[in-house]
Nanobody, 121 residues
Framework: QVQMMESGGGLEQAGGSLKLSCTSS????????VHWFRQVPGQGREEILC???RASRTTEGRFTISTDVAKNTVHLQIHNLKPEDTAIYYC???????????????????WGQGTQVTVSS
């Protein structure tokens, strides 16, 4: 499975917004369902949200995923940041193109480095 490259993390103030990026030169990202996960040290990875290949944008609560086709990049925007958002953020795609979010097989994920987000209160 293709390993994705995440970027855009940093030290942020609570209440602000942040946009993370996810890309790869090895695939056309708009052909894949893309998932964002995060991991707090000492805890397991949790999935935040998935953007189906069928859509270009999805929002749930404070989280929005969108696709920039021209840049072959998927973004995760986090609004109204909270200290509990502090984590390493990862993006992954389904192994096969044109498959829905529910068809992700976590056993085959090739995790990237992730990007660290730290939110201060």
């Amino acid at each position: 499975q293709v390993q994705m490259m995440e970027s855009g993390g940093g030290l942020e103030q609570a209440g602000g917004s942040l946009k993370l990026s996810c890309t790869s030169s090895e695939l056309d990202i708009d052909h894949y369902s893309v998932h964002w996960f995060r991991q707090v040290p000492g805890q397991g990875r949790e999935e935040i949200l998935c953007l189906s290949y069928r859509a270009s944008r999805t929002t749930e609560g404070r989280f929005t995923i969108s696709t920039d086709v021209a840049k072959n990049t998927v973004h995760l925007q986090i609004h109204n940041l909270k200290p509990e958002d502090t984590a390493i953020y990862y993006c992954v795609t389904n192994e096969e193109p044109y498959t829905d979010c529910r068809e992700l097989s976590e056993e085959t994920i090739n995790w990237g480095q992730g990007t660290q987000v730290t939110v201060s209160s």
